[in-house]
């Protein structure tokens, strides 16, 4: 094949100085950071310069090429940690930033974020005052511990609980329980971290109270009980309650702590959903230590609740590792407002936005999904067959495994697209909307969405009807 003759091309490439005095890129420049303009008409005019040299055949003009550069300086000033629009009715969403925060949390994050505060100094007598204190008197409200303190997330709770109370020692564990967490956070590794010397009882199936008695040495330090928040062992299983590892524990002066994973503070039966253990009933049964998530069914910001006899928490808080693991003040501040809702259960369940998900009844969810229906015909007409139906809502965050959380869904079968590619442009807008797909249908679930976002999918599906089978 004869070597086209690149030099035409290569001679019609806009210069990148002549490109950065365009009245168009000179203004972009002044709104924008003059390196990333400089960069990106540079990027793109080399990208330019390697497909011609590789013998594509290209299109191309100043203005072309302009716009090109204006866009790419777009994607790179976009924030990378945006938000997006939850539709899939997974409440807890992981990978989407667990729980959103209530309003009064989001006003605290303001006010402590953009101004000095109390963090760590007490007006009442001008001196330096204690971080736990903001959340320690609200914890021990809501769950009846003696004491409490919070740090960066649950995990860190964990290896802070096993590090103060069994480094060097030993620590008892069912081996129904030496679970993965996620992300390879698991329970035989964090032992290991926290210098605790790990021992396994019983199966995977079953433990009995016999088998921690047997266990017990002068080395004890722990007995540990991981709640199975978020995986199930069924079929042939036992394991030992709170309160008998309790009775074992006092008897041999062991500590027990329980590291409950998803935070519930309040009993959530009354609306259908399983029969979890709130911290306050792990208090009661006589937890030494209960460590929750602050970010799971708790509703707020990341976080790990500690709470307990005081005599535990007060050798957490002087821990080393309780520096290194702390929380930042705005955090903090979000943390001490959800808690605050706590006191008050009905203005929890209304503002927590995790708690109201969570226990909004169907039949409010199929009223908000047939609207959706009319609104959706009513803004591209039959472009979607669109109908509204039962489904299945999650919990999400690996809480509630088990839960079937009775929802009720817009199901939209595009005439023109095929769902996967509704789904994809759904998902690639601004905001990007995610969607679940199922049957070859993209499902919306308002659950998960508030009202203003119900519009923003509305429009999106506009827009997509509009922009046809071929458009992006
Ligand atoms: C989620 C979970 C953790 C980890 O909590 P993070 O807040 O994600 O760090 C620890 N233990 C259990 C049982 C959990 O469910």
Redesign the pocket.
């Known amino acids: 094949m004869a070597r086209m003759d690149t030099r035409p091309l290569l001679r019609r490439l806009p210069r990148t100085d002549d490109l950065l005095n365009r009245p168009d890129l000179t203004e972009l420049a002044s709104s924008q950071p003059r390196a990333v303009v400089v960069d990106a008409v540079r990027d793109i005019v080399e990208g330019l310069r390697s497909r011609i040299l590789s013998g594509e055949a290209c299109e191309f003009d100043a203005d072309t090429v302009a716009a090109a550069a204006a866009g790419l300086v777009a994607t790179r000033m976009r924030p990378s940690l945006r938000r997006v629009v939850n539709a899939t009715g997974i409440i807890v969403h992981?990978n989407m930033g667990?729980s959103v925060l209530a309003d009064s949390a989001l006003r605290a994050v303001l006010e402590v974020g953009g101004n000095y505060s109390t963090l760590e100094y007490d007006v009442a007598t001008g001196e330096r005052g204690s971080r736990h204190s903001h959340v320690e008197r609200l914890i021990r409200d809501v769950t009846g511990a003696e004491a409490a303190m919070a740090v960066?997330?649950?995990?860190?709770?964990?290896l802070l609980g096993i590090a103060g109370l069994a480094s060097r020692k030993e620590a008892i564990v069912s081996r129904g329980q030496l679970?993965e967490?996620?992300?390879s956070?698991r329970i035989p590794d964090v032992m290991r971290q926290s210098g605790a010397k790990m021992v396994e009882v019983g199966a995977t199936n079953k433990t009995h109270a016999s088998d921690y008695e047997q266990a017990i040495t002068s080395r004890t330090g722990l007995i540990l009980r991981?709640?199975?928040?978020?995986y199930r062992v069924v079929g042939f299983t036992e394991e030992v309650p709170l309160s008998e590892l309790v009775r074992i524990g006092r008897a041999h002066g062991v500590p027990v702590y329980e590291?409950?994973?998803?935070g519930v503070l309040l009993d959530l039966r009354p609306f259908g959903l399983p029969d979890e253990p709130t911290v306050r009933s792990s208090i009661e049964a006589g937890a030494d230590l209960v460590?929750?998530?602050?970010?799971?069914l708790l509703g707020g910001p990341?976080?790990?609740i500690l709470a307990g006899k005081a005599h535990v928490i007060a050798r957490l808080k002087k821990h080393p590792l309780a520096r290194a693991l702390r929380m930042d003040k705005m955090t903090l501040a979000a943390l001490e407002a959800t808690l605050r809702l706590y006191l008050d259960p009905e203005r929890a369940l209304a503002e927590i936005p995790t708690l109201r998900m969570l226990t909004t009844p169907n039949d409010a969810v199929a009223v908000r999904a047939r609207l959706l229906v009319d609104r959706i015909i009513g803004a591209c007409g039959d472009a979607y067959l669109a109908v509204a139906m039962p489904d299945v809502a999650r919990a999400g965050?690996?809480?509630m495994p088990m839960a079937d959380i009775a929802t009720t869904v817009v199901a939209l079968a595009p005439r023109s697209m095929s769902a996967n590619d509704l789904e994809l442009r759904l998902r690639l807008g601004e905001p990007a909307i995610v969607t679940r797909i199922k049957d070859d249908r993209v499902l919306i679930d308002p659950r998960t969405l508030t009202t203003a976002e119900e519009a923003e999918v509305v429009g999106a599906l506009a827009r997509v009807c509009a922009a046809g089978p071929a458009g992006r």
């Open positions: 992981t667990r960066n997330n649950n995990a860190a709770a964990v679970v967490i996620g992300g956070f991981v709640h199975s928040s978020n590291d409950q994973g998803s460590s929750v998530s602050g970010d799971k990341q976080a790990g965050g690996g809480a």
